[in-house]
């Protein structure tokens, strides 16, 4: 088993920042890309930024610039900061996560997903 949990959400001012984390836990033997994704009312689920196990970074166009995603492999952590937000930003944030798992003594893949934390930018 394995679980992603999310933190940082909350509501912030139009060109205010916040600073998503994911940390991943359960029996995991390795995490290739790790990733944000978000889904805004009315629309469907798009890809914020991902990130892979060497650093490796991609953004959607909409957020160049503006955020940053960096992970921290020895705690199984990702972050997303979020600067200069927008109301357009605002969105359910999800974590995703490529992971390896120690499974019945061997190793099973899991595409994991947190449970999301709510980013509202307005004023």
């Known amino acids: 088993q394995v679980q992603l949990v999310e933190s940082g959400g909350g509501l912030v001012q139009p060109g205010g920042s916040l600073r998503l984390s994911c940390a991943a836990s359960g029996s995991i033997f390795s995490i290739a890309n790790m990733g944000w994704y978000r889904r805004a009312p009315g629309k469907q689920r798009e890809l914020v930024a991902t990130i892979s196990s060497g650093g490796s970074t991609n953004y959607a166009d909409s957020v160049k610039g503006r955020f940053t995603i960096s992970r921290d492999n020895a705690k199984n952590t990702v972050f997303l900061q979020m600067n200069s937000l927008k109301p357009e930003d605002t969105a359910v944030y999800y974590c995703?996560?490529?992971?390896?798992?120690?499974?019945?003594?061997?190793?099973?893949?899991?595409?994991?997903w947190g449970q999301g934390t709510q980013v509202t930018v307005s004023s």
């Open positions: 995703n996560g490529d992971i390896i798992l120690y499974s019945g003594g061997g190793y099973r893949r899991n595409d994991a």
